[in-house]
C-alpha cells in the first residue's frame, strides 16, 4: 500500500504574490498619486492660459533720436507692464511692422520720434484706434515729429509740443485725482525729466487735462497728463518719460498701467 504524502504549502506573511496582501493597496496608492499629480498640471495649465488670457497685449512702438528708446522702453516700460501678468507687450522700432501687429493688440503705446513713412501703416493706426482699441502717445510720440502727416497731431494727439525745458527738476500736480488713470498717483510729485510745452489743437478732439507740470515759482504749467476726447478710442497723452528719473518712479509706472488698463476698457 502505497503511503501519501501530504506536502503543506508554507503559509507566506506579506507574501507580494498573495492576493490579500498589500500589493494591490501599493498599486492603488500609486495610481491615486498618478492621477491627482495629472490634475494638479492640469489646473496649473488651465490657470496659467486663462492668466495669459486677461493679458492685456500692448505693443511699444520706439526709435528714434535723443533718447534711449530700448532702455526706458523695451526694457523698462515692458517690465512694469509685465509684472504680476498684467500685461503680454511686444516691443519693435520697426515702424512698418506696426500693421502687421495691430491685430494681435489691445493696446498700442507709440513712444516714437522715427518717421512712420508707410501710408499703410498710418491708415492701419487710424483704423485700430477708430475700431475703439487703445491708443498711449508717450513723450516723444507728443512732438510734431511729421509735418506731412498733420492728421496725426490734429486727430490722435490734438495738438503737441514744439519745445521743451532744459532737462531738470519740476512739479507734476494731478487736476484730476477721480479718474482711472489717475488712480493711486500722489496728487503731487517732483522728478526730473524734460518739460514738454505740449499745447492742445483748439481745431482738434479736444483734450482733458489730467495733470499738469510745472516749475516751481513760474507761472507756466503745461499738460502732461491727459486724455484725447476721440469719439471711438481711448487715448491718453504722457508727455513724461525722458529718463529713469520718470520710469523708474512709483507714480510714473502706476500712470503707464493705469493708462493701458483704461484704453484697453478693462
Known sequence: MSKIIEIQEPVMKNNLF???LPLTRNYMSILLLLVSGLMFTNCKVN????????SIRTLIVGGGSSH??????????????RKDGFATVRYTDNTDSIAYYLPQTDVLYLTNNQPIKDPQVRQAIFE?????????????????????????NLQLASGGSRGHDRYGSFDVTVSNTNHPVTKGVEPKFTLKDELYYYKPDPTGAGVEVLANASVAGSDRSFPSVFVVKHPQARIVGLALGHDAESHNITAYQTLLRNAVKWTAKK
Do not use: R
Open 128 to 152: 485700430f484706434v477708430n475700431a475703439g482699441k487703445g491708443l498711449i502717445l508717450g513723450h516723444a510720440a507728443l512732438w510734431y515729429n511729421w509735418s506731412d502727416w498733420p492728421e496725426y
Open 18 to 20: 498573495s492576493p490579500a
Open 47 to 54: 490657470t496659467s492660459t486663462a492668466n495669459n488670457s486677461k
Open 68 to 81: 534711449d528708446f530700448n532702455q526706458w522702453y523695451k526694457q523698462a516700460d515692458a517690465e512694469t507692464l
